[in-house]
């Protein structure tokens, strides 16, 4: 298309699987979608929910250009309220899943799920967690992502990829660049380790990213959020104290205009009996 200036058209999905978790070794279980965002023209797109596997896969059949359409294999067996009628979901947008105002919690496909069962383990300890589902990995919806940043001040990316170059290292950079003024806290990130997935249950697990890694990282939400209530109180304490100083200096300024008073009060006696004086 960008050749043709738009003459020919590419109405293209390939659906791939992806996702570790069932022992099938690092030739089917790597997340490799970081491999095609910074293809530019290509949309890349993957769903979590069975609502959006269905939309999303027919808005990219009708989209008039290539679509990397990623499943998740662990996802194949979830079921969830699917519309018999036709129906299309948007292939730019993200979704908000969850709703909390302490840390966002950013993630796509299978990694929200366990965003989400982090989010409601949080929410047990006080800590309210935003959960974006990405759904569309090229184009980021960039918008979506920093209002949720913007009303958490804390974003921990999850993403089943390498942590290396992966999507949440793309996530993290714009949300840098972006909206670096909004964070209250270092951006985290959640990924699978730079290695080749095993087919041993025990080391695939180790490597792959979990619940209690997404909660783990709550002690240092948790520090950063402690830091900042006492930051505020230091600067209550800093605005009693100037507010006590400033209660003092009136109070001497009242004390000395209530001396002066006394004196002219004094003078003013001394002014009268004068003036009798005088006439006499």
Known sequence: ?????????????????????????????????????????????????????????????????????????????????????????????CELRRKGNDVSLIAYSRMTGLALDAADELGKEGIEADVVDLRSLSPIDLGGVLDSVKKTGRAV??????????VGAEVSALISEHGFSLLHAPIKRVACADVPLACTPSLESAALPNKDKIINEKDSIIAEKDNEIQSLRDQMAQINQNTAQFDSKIKEKENEIISLMKDNDELLNEIRQNEEKIKE
Do not use: W
Not at 157 to 166: L, M, N, P, Q
């Open 157 to 166: 990316i999850v993403e089943e990829g390498c942590k290396t170059a992966g």
């Open 1 to 93: 298309r960008y050749a043709s200036k738009g003459q020919i058209r590419l109405p293209l999905v390939i659906r791939t699987a992806s996702s570790g978790g069932r022992g099938y070794g690092p030739t089917h279980s790597q997340s490799l979608e970081a491999l095609f965002i910074g293809i530019p023209g290509i949309r890349v797109v993957a769903p979590f929910t069975a609502y959006d596997a269905k939309g999303m896969l027919k808005a990219a059949i009708r989209h008039d250009g290539p679509v990397i359409f990623i499943e998740n294999r662990s996802l194949y067996n979830t079921k969830g309220i699917v519309p018999e009628k036709d129906y299309t979901a948007d292939l730019c947008n």
